[in-house]
C-alpha cells in the first residue's frame, strides 16, 4: 500500500507523556499525499453561501450525520439553532455547544478510497495496537472521516471504559486552520479536583463523565494539521472539544478512529460530575463519594480547606 510508510513513523515514534502517555506525530502524510488529501471533493467542500447550501454540499459529496456525543443528528434543527447561536441549547450540563458530525459514508476519490483501504487494515490496527499493548484481537474497530461543524463541544473527559484506542489526524482543507478555534484539548485536573481520578481509579467498575471546563488546566492543543494523536484511554487521559469558527468557509476534518472492547470492563454508568462535587468549604458530600476516595487525597482536600480559612483569616484582618 502507499500508505505503509505511516506504520514505520509510528513504529519510530516515542511516546509522550505530558499531560498523560500518548503519542503525537506531526507530518503524519507525505507533502504529496496531504495535498492530495486535502484537495479531494470530498474534503475541500467550501464557499458555501449558507448552512443550508454547506448541508447539501456535504451530502453530495458522500457524508452521513452520525450519532456522536454532544450532538444531534437533524441538520435542519441544527440549522434553526445556528442562526441565533446566543440561544441556550445543553446536550450536557458540563457543555454550552450544540454540534453536529458527519462521517464520510461514500468516498470516490482514488487517493481517499485507498486511505480508507489502508486505515482498515490489519498492518495498521496491529501496529496502533502493539504500541500501546492493546489486544486487537478483543476489541472491534471503527474509522473514517468525519467534519465537525461550528458549535461542536465536548468538555473535559477521558473517554468511557469501553473504549481501548482512539486516534485523531488533523486534515483541514485550508492553510489557515491551525489558526481558528476548533482543536482538540488535552488537559489534566486542577489540584483541587485531583480526586476525581482517583475515585476513577479506585473503581474501575464504574464508567467515567464528562466534567466541566473549569476544573481542569489545559496542557496543549493539537493544532498543528497533518498531526496525529493516538492514547489508550485511562484515569487521566483528559482531552476535550469547543469549536467557534466559519464553517461555510471549511470544516475541521479529521481522520479518526477507534478499538473498542468487545466485553465492556464496567457495569455502572458513570455518575453525572454534579455527583462528583465535594463542598470543600464545608466538606460535605451528600452523595458519599468520599468513602471512595483514597486517604491521601481526603488529606489533601482538607488542607485546601485550612489553607483557604488562613487566606480568608488573613485577608480580613486589620492593618
Not at 482514488?110 to 489486544?135: A, H, M, N, P, Y
Not at 477521558?158 to 473504549?163: A, G, N, S, T, Y
Not at 455518575?271 to 488529606?299: C, F, H, M, Y
Request: hydrophobic share 30%; with cysteine.
Amino acid at each position: 500500500m502507499q500508505f505503509d510508510y505511516i506504520i514505520e513513523k509510528i513504529n519510530n515514534t516515542e511516546l509522550s507523556t505530558s499531560p498523560f502517555l500518548h503519542l503525537e506525530l506531526n507530518n503524519l502524510f507525505t507533502p504529496e499525499h496531504f495535498e492530495q488529501l486535502v484537495r479531494a471533493k470530498e474534503l475541500n467542500i467550501s464557499d458555501c453561501k449558507n448552512d443550508k447550501d454547506l448541508f447539501e454540499k456535504l451530502f453530495n459529496n458522500g457524508y452521513k450525520i452520525i450519532d456522536f456525543p454532544g450532538c444531534i443528528n437533524d441538520h435542519e434543527e441544527y440549522i434553526k439553532w445556528h442562526e441565533h447561536k446566543h440561544a441556550s441549547q445543553k446536550i450536557n450540563t458540563a457543555c454550552e455547544g450544540f454540534g453536529i458530525v458527519l462521517r464520510l459514508k461514500q468516498p470516490e476519490s482514488t487517493i481517499v478510497r485507498e486511505l480508507t483501504s489502508f486505515l482498515e487494515s490489519d498492518e495498521f490496527i496491529q501496529c496502533i495496537s502493539r504500541k500501546f499493548g492493546v489486544q486487537a484481537d478483543e476489541c472491534n474497530y471503527d474509522s473514517g472521516i468525519q467534519k465537525y461543524l461550528d458549535g461542536y463541544e465536548i468538555s473535559p473527559h477521558p473517554d468511557i471504559r469501553r473504549k481501548a484506542l482512539t486516534y485523531m489526524v488533523n486534515l483541514n482543507p485550508s492553510i489557515n486552520s491551525e489558526l481558528s478555534d476548533h482543536h482538540t484539548y488535552y488537559m489534566k485536573f486542577k489540584p483541587e479536583y485531583t480526586y476525581i481520578k482517583e475515585y476513577w481509579k479506585g473503581n474501575k467498575n464504574v464508567d467515567t463523565c464528562w466534567v466541566p471546563w473549569e476544573w481542569c488546566n489545559t496542557v496543549k492543543q493539537q493544532t498543528k494539521n497533518n498531526s496525529i494523536v493516538i492514547f489508550s484511554p485511562n484515569n487521566e487521559t483528559l482531552h476535550a472539544v469547543k469549536a467557534k469558527y466559519d464553517h461555510l468557509q471549511y470544516q475541521r476534518t479529521q481522520l479518526y478512529g477507534n478499538l473498542w472492547y468487545k466485553e465492556n470492563p464496567c457495569d455502572v454508568l458513570g455518575r453525572a460530575w454534579e455527583s462528583l462535587v465535594i463542598d470543600q468549604s464545608t466538606q460535605r458530600d451528600e452523595s458519599g463519594i468520599s468513602r471512595l476516595i483514597p486517604w491521601r487525597i481526603k488529606n489533601y482536600i482538607e488542607a485546601k480547606k485550612a489553607s483557604k480559612t488562613d487566606k480568608k483569616n488573613h485577608a480580613s484582618r486589620d492593618y
